[in-house]
């Protein structure tokens, strides 16, 4: 496990102190970075949230809960500077049906390769929506606060992630249930 940064007082009306707050959360943001870059990568993406988010620790507030959707919303938000890195990471999982960081949620044996080429075809937020909901285990509000933008913006990327998987895993001859809605392909 990495060091903490150093520490910092609570923020307001947080009751936390930086240092807690990093322990209490480090190993679930590595979970997440892990299973969207890889090994490789993690760490350097798992530091850069952290200080980002020990940056803006002084704009940390109760509405942002025990803050694990705020750490998602940074690491979304560094994750991206990594998009490129992310789906060649995708499209070779799709070719070669190995890759290191999917995790079991979404590695469904044979389908896997399949959904990693889904994955890279989708937009990136619709990707970042589909895989804070299904690797994070964050609801549709939590998300909304992580990308800081409206509920129904969320729904309306989830539906279209939705709809890309379907119509990209239909494309490699795989139907979820034996249907090809895509509300039965993922969450």
């Known amino acids: 496990m ?3 940064p150093p520490t ?3 923020p307001p009306q947080s009751g936390m102190a930086f240092d807690e707050f990093f322990e209490r959360h480090f ?3 590595s979970r997440y970075v892990v299973r969207r870059l890889g090994v490789q990568d993690a760490e350097d993406v ?5 200080t980002v988010a020990f940056r803006r620790w002084d704009s940390f507030t109760p509405s942002h809960g025990d803050g694990l959707p ?3 919303g940074i690491a ?3 994750i991206r500077h990594h998009r490129r890195r992310e789906v060649r990471m995708l499209r070779a999982y799709a ?3 190995v ?3 999917v995790p079991d949620r979404i590695d469904d044996g044979d389908m896997g390769p399949a959904l990693a080429a889904a994955l890279a075809a989708m937009r990136r937020e619709h990707r970042d929506v589909l895989l804070l909901h299904t690797l994070a285990d964050l609801s549709y509000e939590e998300i909304a606060t992580a990308l800081d933008v409206p509920i129904g913006t969320v729904r309306g990327w989830m539906h279209r992630a939705r709809a890309t998987a379907a119509r990209e895993l239909q494309a490699h001859g795989i139907t979820a249930r034996g249907t090809t809605t895509s509300s039965e392909v993922l969450p």
């Open 2 to 4: 990495t060091e903490p």
């Open 8 to 10: 910092r007082g609570d």
């Open 27 to 29: 190993d679930a943001v």
């Open 46 to 50: 798992v530091a850069d949230v952290f």
């Open 70 to 72: 705020w750490l998602y």
């Open 76 to 78: 979304t938000n560094v």
């Open 95 to 97: 070719r070669t049906g």
């Open 99 to 101: 890759h290191p960081g």
